[in-house]
Protein backbone atom coordinates (compact mmCIF):
# COMPACT_ATOMS: atom_id res chain seq x y z
CA UNK A 1 0.00 0.00 0.00
CA UNK A 2 1.29 3.08 -1.05
CA UNK A 3 1.28 6.22 1.60
CA UNK A 4 -0.48 9.28 1.63
CA UNK A 5 0.96 12.52 0.77
CA UNK A 6 0.59 16.34 0.54
CA UNK A 7 0.09 17.44 -3.03
CA UNK A 8 1.91 20.11 -4.45
CA UNK A 9 -0.96 22.43 -4.10
CA UNK A 10 -1.23 21.88 -0.40
CA UNK A 11 -4.61 21.86 -0.56
CA UNK A 12 -5.03 18.15 -1.38
CA UNK A 13 -3.09 14.59 -1.12
CA UNK A 14 -1.56 12.15 -3.29
CA UNK A 15 -1.33 8.15 -3.22
CA UNK A 16 1.44 6.45 -4.94
CA UNK A 17 2.03 10.11 -6.86
CA UNK A 18 -1.86 10.09 -8.36
CA UNK A 19 -4.59 12.49 -7.12
CA UNK A 20 -6.16 11.24 -3.95
CA UNK A 21 -9.38 12.46 -2.46
CA UNK A 22 -10.09 11.18 0.87
CA UNK A 23 -13.69 9.26 1.61
CA UNK A 24 -13.52 8.07 4.80
CA UNK A 25 -15.32 6.02 7.04
CA UNK A 26 -16.20 5.63 10.66
CA UNK A 27 -15.65 2.59 12.27
CA UNK A 28 -13.78 3.57 15.64
CA UNK A 29 -14.59 0.40 17.09
CA UNK A 30 -12.93 -1.78 14.41
CA UNK A 31 -10.27 -3.60 16.63
CA UNK A 32 -12.80 -4.44 19.75
CA UNK A 33 -16.30 -4.97 18.02
CA UNK A 34 -16.21 -6.97 14.76
CA UNK A 35 -15.64 -10.86 13.90
CA UNK A 36 -13.28 -11.26 11.18
CA UNK A 37 -16.09 -12.27 8.96
CA UNK A 38 -17.90 -9.66 9.53
CA UNK A 39 -14.87 -7.22 9.21
CA UNK A 40 -14.67 -9.21 5.62
CA UNK A 41 -18.06 -8.45 5.01
CA UNK A 42 -17.67 -5.13 5.97
CA UNK A 43 -14.44 -3.96 3.81
CA UNK A 44 -15.68 -5.44 0.19
CA UNK A 45 -19.20 -3.84 0.83
CA UNK A 46 -17.38 -0.18 1.74
CA UNK A 47 -14.91 -0.97 -1.51
CA UNK A 48 -17.58 -1.20 -3.64
CA UNK A 49 -19.33 2.08 -2.64
CA UNK A 50 -15.87 3.88 -3.48
CA UNK A 51 -14.37 4.31 0.09
CA UNK A 52 -11.13 4.87 0.81
CA UNK A 53 -9.79 5.80 4.13
CA UNK A 54 -10.90 4.08 7.33
CA UNK A 55 -11.05 6.00 10.95
CA UNK A 56 -10.54 3.70 13.92
CA UNK A 57 -9.20 4.11 17.43
CA UNK A 58 -6.15 1.60 18.57
CA UNK A 59 -7.92 1.39 21.97
CA UNK A 60 -11.36 0.94 23.08
CA UNK A 61 -13.57 3.85 21.80
CA UNK A 62 -15.48 4.74 25.12
CA UNK A 63 -18.83 5.16 23.35
CA UNK A 64 -18.46 1.64 21.72
CA UNK A 65 -21.63 -0.73 21.62
CA UNK A 66 -21.29 -3.93 24.45
CA UNK A 67 -20.76 -6.58 24.29
CA UNK A 68 -17.64 -6.64 22.20
CA UNK A 69 -15.16 -9.14 21.50
CA UNK A 70 -13.96 -8.98 24.87
CA UNK A 71 -10.56 -8.77 23.44
CA UNK A 72 -8.39 -5.46 24.87
CA UNK A 73 -5.10 -3.46 24.24
CA UNK A 74 -3.98 -4.03 28.03
CA UNK A 75 -5.19 -6.57 31.42
CA UNK A 76 -8.70 -5.32 32.72
CA UNK A 77 -8.66 -3.79 36.54
CA UNK A 78 -11.25 -5.38 39.17
CA UNK A 79 -13.67 -2.11 37.88
CA UNK A 80 -13.29 -2.69 35.06
CA UNK A 81 -10.69 0.09 33.24
CA UNK A 82 -7.48 -0.92 31.18
CA UNK A 83 -4.34 -0.80 33.05
CA UNK A 84 -2.12 0.98 30.99
CA UNK A 85 0.94 0.77 32.32
CA UNK A 86 0.86 -2.91 32.42
CA UNK A 87 2.38 -5.36 29.29
CA UNK A 88 0.15 -4.78 26.29
CA UNK A 89 -1.76 -7.36 24.92
CA UNK A 90 -0.58 -9.27 22.13
CA UNK A 91 -3.00 -10.96 21.11
CA UNK A 92 -4.99 -8.09 20.62
CA UNK A 93 -2.32 -6.16 18.85
CA UNK A 94 -1.64 -9.47 16.57
CA UNK A 95 -5.65 -8.96 15.61
CA UNK A 96 -5.61 -5.27 14.87
CA UNK A 97 -2.80 -6.20 12.55
CA UNK A 98 -4.46 -8.45 10.50
CA UNK A 99 -7.44 -6.22 10.35
CA UNK A 100 -5.48 -3.42 8.39
CA UNK A 101 -3.69 -5.94 6.43
CA UNK A 102 -7.14 -7.37 5.25
CA UNK A 103 -8.32 -3.58 4.57
CA UNK A 104 -4.69 -2.83 2.49
CA UNK A 105 -6.00 -5.93 0.73
CA UNK A 106 -9.39 -4.30 -0.19
CA UNK A 107 -7.35 -0.60 -1.22
CA UNK A 108 -7.82 1.03 2.44
CA UNK A 109 -5.84 3.73 3.79
CA UNK A 110 -6.04 3.51 7.98
CA UNK A 111 -6.20 6.48 10.08
CA UNK A 112 -5.51 4.92 13.34
CA UNK A 113 -6.08 7.25 16.48
CA UNK A 114 -3.75 7.20 19.26
CA UNK A 115 -4.98 9.15 22.61
CA UNK A 116 -8.86 9.60 22.41
CA UNK A 117 -9.36 12.80 24.60
CA UNK A 118 -11.21 10.56 27.16
CA UNK A 119 -7.87 9.43 28.57
CA UNK A 120 -6.06 12.65 28.43
CA UNK A 121 -6.02 14.80 31.55
CA UNK A 122 -7.76 18.36 30.96
CA UNK A 123 -10.29 17.53 28.40
CA UNK A 124 -13.60 18.05 27.71
CA UNK A 125 -14.28 14.02 27.76
CA UNK A 126 -12.10 13.29 30.48
CA UNK A 127 -14.16 15.22 32.70
CA UNK A 128 -16.78 12.65 32.09
CA UNK A 129 -14.52 9.93 33.49
CA UNK A 130 -12.27 11.58 35.93
CA UNK A 131 -11.07 7.87 36.95
CA UNK A 132 -9.46 7.07 33.48
CA UNK A 133 -6.58 9.60 32.91
CA UNK A 134 -3.15 8.04 31.01
CA UNK A 135 -0.11 8.38 32.46
CA UNK A 136 2.03 10.23 30.08
CA UNK A 137 5.01 7.51 30.21
CA UNK A 138 1.92 4.84 28.82
CA UNK A 139 1.25 7.47 25.95
CA UNK A 140 5.09 7.40 24.87
CA UNK A 141 5.06 3.48 25.46
CA UNK A 142 1.25 3.48 23.11
CA UNK A 143 2.98 5.64 20.29
CA UNK A 144 6.09 3.67 20.13
CA UNK A 145 3.70 0.24 19.80
CA UNK A 146 1.58 1.19 17.28
CA UNK A 147 4.48 2.50 14.97
CA UNK A 148 6.21 -0.58 15.35
CA UNK A 149 3.28 -2.77 14.83
CA UNK A 150 1.26 -0.82 11.89
CA UNK A 151 4.00 1.01 9.62
CA UNK A 152 3.95 -1.74 7.35
CA UNK A 153 0.10 -0.92 6.63
CA UNK A 154 0.65 2.85 5.70
CA UNK A 155 -1.26 4.62 7.83
CA UNK A 156 -2.06 8.07 8.59
CA UNK A 157 -1.58 9.08 12.49
CA UNK A 158 -4.13 10.75 14.35
CA UNK A 159 -2.70 12.17 17.72
CA UNK A 160 -6.30 13.11 18.97
CA UNK A 161 -9.91 11.59 19.09
CA UNK A 162 -12.46 14.13 19.78
CA UNK A 163 -10.25 16.83 22.29
CA UNK A 164 -10.40 20.22 22.97
CA UNK A 165 -7.04 21.74 23.97
CA UNK A 166 -8.28 24.12 27.09
CA UNK A 167 -5.13 23.06 29.27
CA UNK A 168 -1.36 23.11 29.00
CA UNK A 169 -1.27 19.54 30.39
CA UNK A 170 -3.86 18.52 27.62
CA UNK A 171 -1.43 20.06 24.82
CA UNK A 172 1.65 18.92 26.41
CA UNK A 173 0.37 15.33 25.81
CA UNK A 174 -0.40 15.61 22.37
CA UNK A 175 3.00 17.68 21.84
CA UNK A 176 4.65 14.71 23.24
CA UNK A 177 2.77 12.49 20.59
CA UNK A 178 3.32 14.53 17.86
CA UNK A 179 7.21 14.49 18.70
CA UNK A 180 6.99 11.02 19.13
CA UNK A 181 5.44 10.84 15.72
CA UNK A 182 8.06 12.96 13.78
CA UNK A 183 10.72 10.57 15.49
CA UNK A 184 9.34 7.11 15.09
CA UNK A 185 7.36 7.33 11.41
CA UNK A 186 8.66 10.48 9.88
CA UNK A 187 6.97 9.40 6.43
CA UNK A 188 3.69 8.95 7.62
CA UNK A 189 1.18 11.86 8.05
CA UNK A 190 0.19 13.48 11.05
CA UNK A 191 -3.37 15.71 12.32
CA UNK A 192 -5.82 15.40 15.16
CA UNK A 193 -9.32 14.74 15.39
CA UNK A 194 -10.96 17.83 17.44
CA UNK A 195 -14.20 18.17 18.94
CA UNK A 196 -17.26 19.02 17.73
CA UNK A 197 -16.65 23.18 16.47
CA UNK A 198 -13.74 23.40 18.52
CA UNK A 199 -10.82 25.69 16.55
CA UNK A 200 -8.51 26.11 19.24
CA UNK A 201 -5.24 24.30 17.75
CA UNK A 202 -2.36 25.91 19.19
CA UNK A 203 0.58 27.35 16.57
CA UNK A 204 2.82 24.75 18.64
CA UNK A 205 0.49 21.73 17.93
CA UNK A 206 -0.59 22.49 14.37
CA UNK A 207 2.87 23.00 12.81
CA UNK A 208 3.89 19.69 13.90
CA UNK A 209 0.71 18.41 11.44
CA UNK A 210 0.69 17.78 8.02
CA UNK A 211 -3.15 18.33 7.21
CA UNK A 212 -6.13 19.90 9.48
CA UNK A 213 -9.21 18.03 10.75
CA UNK A 214 -12.02 19.49 11.81
CA UNK A 215 -15.55 18.13 12.75
CA UNK A 216 -18.96 20.11 12.30
CA UNK A 217 -20.19 17.07 14.91
CA UNK A 218 -23.36 16.36 15.93
CA UNK A 219 -25.47 19.29 17.51
CA UNK A 220 -29.21 20.20 16.26
CA UNK A 221 -26.86 23.81 15.33
CA UNK A 222 -24.29 22.28 13.19
CA UNK A 223 -25.11 23.49 9.96
CA UNK A 224 -24.51 26.90 11.42
CA UNK A 225 -20.41 26.41 11.74
CA UNK A 226 -20.65 24.03 8.12
CA UNK A 227 -18.95 27.07 6.33
CA UNK A 228 -17.31 29.10 9.66
CA UNK A 229 -15.17 26.12 10.76
CA UNK A 230 -13.19 25.27 7.44
CA UNK A 231 -12.65 29.58 6.32
CA UNK A 232 -11.97 30.16 10.20
CA UNK A 233 -8.92 26.99 9.90
CA UNK A 234 -7.63 28.30 6.45
CA UNK A 235 -7.10 31.53 7.55
CA UNK A 236 -5.46 30.69 10.83
CA UNK A 237 -3.30 27.82 9.64
CA UNK A 238 -2.75 28.64 5.88
CA UNK A 239 -0.95 26.14 3.42
CA UNK A 240 -2.04 22.62 4.79
CA UNK A 241 -5.05 20.42 3.51
CA UNK A 242 -7.83 20.35 4.92
CA UNK A 243 -11.10 17.90 5.36
CA UNK A 244 -14.33 17.30 7.84
CA UNK A 245 -13.56 14.34 9.51
CA UNK A 246 -16.44 14.22 11.40
CA UNK A 247 -19.59 15.90 9.74
CA UNK A 248 -23.30 14.74 11.10
CA UNK A 249 -23.49 10.93 11.06
CA UNK A 250 -26.31 9.45 9.32
CA UNK A 251 -29.32 8.52 11.64
CA UNK A 252 -27.33 9.93 14.70
CA UNK A 253 -29.79 12.32 17.09
CA UNK A 254 -29.35 15.91 16.43
CA UNK A 255 -27.99 16.55 20.59
CA UNK A 256 -28.21 19.50 22.48
CA UNK A 257 -25.58 21.75 23.79
CA UNK A 258 -25.72 20.12 27.18
CA UNK A 259 -26.72 16.38 25.67
CA UNK A 260 -30.24 16.51 27.31
CA UNK A 261 -32.96 14.93 26.25
CA UNK A 262 -35.35 14.13 24.25
CA UNK A 263 -33.53 15.20 20.80
CA UNK A 264 -34.33 16.96 18.09
CA UNK A 265 -34.69 13.75 15.60
CA UNK A 266 -32.56 12.09 13.61
CA UNK A 267 -30.02 13.44 11.03
CA UNK A 268 -31.45 12.83 7.67
CA UNK A 269 -29.42 11.22 4.68
CA UNK A 270 -30.28 14.57 2.57
CA UNK A 271 -29.00 16.86 5.79
CA UNK A 272 -25.58 13.93 5.88
CA UNK A 273 -24.85 14.59 2.04
CA UNK A 274 -26.04 18.66 2.54
CA UNK A 275 -23.09 18.90 5.21
CA UNK A 276 -20.50 17.15 3.46
CA UNK A 277 -21.19 19.21 -0.18
CA UNK A 278 -21.06 22.66 2.08
CA UNK A 279 -17.35 21.65 3.78
CA UNK A 280 -15.87 20.54 0.79
CA UNK A 281 -17.54 24.10 -0.93
CA UNK A 282 -16.20 26.05 2.16
CA UNK A 283 -12.87 25.52 1.67
CA UNK A 284 -12.26 21.59 3.28
CA UNK A 285 -10.99 20.27 -0.13
CA UNK A 286 -9.07 17.37 0.72
CA UNK A 287 -11.75 14.51 1.69
CA UNK A 288 -14.73 14.04 3.94
CA UNK A 289 -15.49 11.42 6.69
CA UNK A 290 -18.67 9.46 6.39
CA UNK A 291 -20.39 7.94 9.49
CA UNK A 292 -23.51 5.81 10.03
CA UNK A 293 -24.86 5.55 13.55
CA UNK A 294 -24.77 1.68 14.33
CA UNK A 295 -21.65 1.39 12.33
CA UNK A 296 -18.78 3.77 14.13
CA UNK A 297 -20.26 1.88 17.46
CA UNK A 298 -20.51 -1.73 16.00
CA UNK A 299 -23.82 -2.74 17.37
CA UNK A 300 -25.65 -5.86 16.60
CA UNK A 301 -28.41 -7.53 18.32
CA UNK A 302 -28.83 -7.74 21.80
CA UNK A 303 -25.62 -4.91 22.32
CA UNK A 304 -26.10 -1.18 23.12
CA UNK A 305 -24.44 1.61 24.10
CA UNK A 306 -24.18 2.14 27.74
CA UNK A 307 -23.94 4.63 30.61
CA UNK A 308 -24.30 8.49 29.18
CA UNK A 309 -23.52 7.11 25.74
CA UNK A 310 -27.00 5.04 25.80
CA UNK A 311 -29.27 8.11 26.33
CA UNK A 312 -27.11 10.02 23.72
CA UNK A 313 -27.13 7.45 21.09
CA UNK A 314 -30.88 6.03 21.74
CA UNK A 315 -31.03 2.76 19.54
CA UNK A 316 -28.77 3.05 17.01
CA UNK A 317 -29.66 0.51 13.90
CA UNK A 318 -27.40 -2.55 14.09
CA UNK A 319 -23.86 -2.41 11.93
CA UNK A 320 -25.43 -4.02 9.00
CA UNK A 321 -28.25 -2.40 8.95
CA UNK A 322 -26.20 1.07 9.25
CA UNK A 323 -23.72 0.28 6.48
CA UNK A 324 -26.38 0.08 4.06
CA UNK A 325 -27.82 3.18 5.08
CA UNK A 326 -28.69 4.84 1.53
CA UNK A 327 -26.12 7.87 2.46
CA UNK A 328 -23.31 6.00 1.90
CA UNK A 329 -23.78 4.62 -1.46
CA UNK A 330 -24.45 8.74 -2.22
CA UNK A 331 -21.27 9.81 -1.07
CA UNK A 332 -19.47 9.17 -4.58
CA UNK A 333 -21.67 11.79 -5.75
CA UNK A 334 -20.30 14.17 -3.86
CA UNK A 335 -16.87 13.30 -5.48
CA UNK A 336 -17.96 13.33 -9.10
CA UNK A 337 -19.71 16.83 -8.75
Known sequence: MDRLTVAPDHEHFLRGGEPFFWLGDTVWSAF?????????????????????????????????CRPDQGIY?????????????????????????EFCRMANEEGFTPALVLCWANLVPGTWLNRLFPTQVWPLEAVERHVELVTKLFEEFAPVYIVSGDTDLNTPETVAYYQRCIDLLKELAPSAL?????????????PELAEGLDFYMYQSGHGKNSAETLEKLPAELIRRF???????????YERMPKMNEDWTLPPEGCFSTDEVLDACRCSI????????????????????????????????????????????????????DIIAK
Open 32 to 64: TNPTEEEWREYLSFRRAQGFNVLQINTLPQWDR
Open 73 to 97: PYPLRGDGSLDYTAEPNRAYFERAQ
Open 190 to 202: RTMHLCGGFLGLT
Open 238 to 248: PGKPVLNAEPC
Open 281 to 332: SSGAKAGITYGANGLWNWRREGSRSEGIAASMYLQPATWQEAMRFPGAERMK
